[in-house]
Each structure stands twice: as C-alpha cells, then as structure tokens.
C-alpha cells in the first residue's frame, strides 16, 4: 500500500515563505506523475503545481515566479516551496501521485494560512 505523508504546513504573514514536504512509501515507490493540489474552503480542489518523470514542472498561473517544485529522488520526497505567500494561498494542501498511471494516491493534506 502506497502512503503519502506531507508535512511543512503553518500559518505565516503574507509575503513569508513555507517548504511542504511529501515522503512517499514505501521507499521505492515511484511515480512519472507527482504534484501538489490545494482545496480552499468553499472552493473546488486545483491543481498548483506537477512534476512528470522527466522532470518537467507545470505551475499555475497564480504561482508562478512564487512556487518551486522539486524532488529529492534519493529519498522519494517531493517538495513544495512557498515564496512569498498571499492570503489567496490559504487552503489545505495536498500531496497526490500516479493518476498517470491509472492508480492515484493522496496524502492527508497540511494546512496552510497566509494572514494579510
């Protein structure tokens, strides 16, 4: 059974910065698609940024020149990291892996909260 676990979440001021972090499980698990997704409340659950297998990042709009994804391969962790922040990035954040490949996995989600 694969998990994903993240964690970084807080609150912080607008214009601070935050590194989320999802470590996948087992070790060896591996995905050509990971991403993080985010859930605002009252509002649908949106794509913020991917990373395909070979390497390939995609952003949305709204964080782009902000948000940095990366993964550190020898550890299977992803991150997510959070230049500054703006109250409309509030949300739960989510971890999610594999929809490529007809699977799918999610983690529990780390909140996250930008005050103005």
């Known amino acids: 059974q694969v998990r994903l676990v993240e964690s970084g979440g807080g609150s912080v001021q607008a214009g601070e910065s935050l590194t989320l972090s999802c470590a996948a499980s087992?070790?060896?698990?591996?995905?050509?698609?990971m991403g993080w997704f985010r859930q605002a409340p009252g509002k649908d659950r949106e794509g913020v940024s991917t990373l395909s297998g070979d390497g390939g990042a995609w952003y949305r709009d709204s964080v782009k020149g902000r948000f940095i994804i990366s993964k550190d391969k020898a550890n299977n962790i992803l991150y997510l990291r959070m230049n500054r922040l703006e109250p409309e990035d509030t949300a739960v954040y989510y971890c999610a892996a594999g929809w490529c490949e007809d699977t799918g996995y999610w983690g529990q989600g780390t909140q996250v909260t930008v005050s103005s």
């Open positions: 087992p070790a060896t698990y591996s995905s050509a698609c």
